[in-house]
Nanobody, 116 residues
Framework: QVQLVESGGGLVQAGGSLRLSCQYS????????WAWFRQTPGTGREQVAA???????NYADSVKGRFAITRDRAKNTLYLQMNNLKPEDTAVYYC??????????WGQGIMVTVSS
């Protein structure tokens, strides 16, 4: 079992920046993918950024060039740096990871609100 806890959300003006953190713990030997999702009533839950244990990264077109996913292995923390935020980025953001055992784990979700 893997436990994920997000922090760092809040209210920010358009054009501003936020950094979300996801502290993880538990059994990590078979984890191979780390990701951030976001959810709104209109879009459902969509993946915005992902990284593998090997360091490969993938971003949704809507956030390319603005968001960056990183992981600090020493601190057991996953980050999502969000720059040049837009009102359309307003959503509940979730940290998530996938194991080779085909299990997906989720954080509790954290609200990001971008005002215009």
């Amino acid at each position: 079992q893997v436990q994920l806890v997000e922090s760092g959300g809040g209210l920010v003006q358009a054009g501003g920046s936020l950094r979300l953190s996801c502290q993880y713990s538990g059994r990590l030997f078979d984890i191979y993918n780390w990701a951030w999702f976001r959810q709104t009533p209109g879009t459902g839950r969509e993946q915005v950024a992902a990284t593998t244990t090997g360091g490969d990264e993938n971003y949704a077109d809507s956030v390319k060039g603005r968001f960056a996913i990183t992981r600090d292995r020493a601190k057991n923390t996953l980050y999502l740096q969000m720059n040049n935020l837009k009102p359309e980025d307003t959503a509940v953001y979730y940290c998530s990871t996938v194991s080779y055992g085909a299990n997906r784990y989720w954080g509790q979700g954290i609200m990001v609100t971008v005002s215009s």
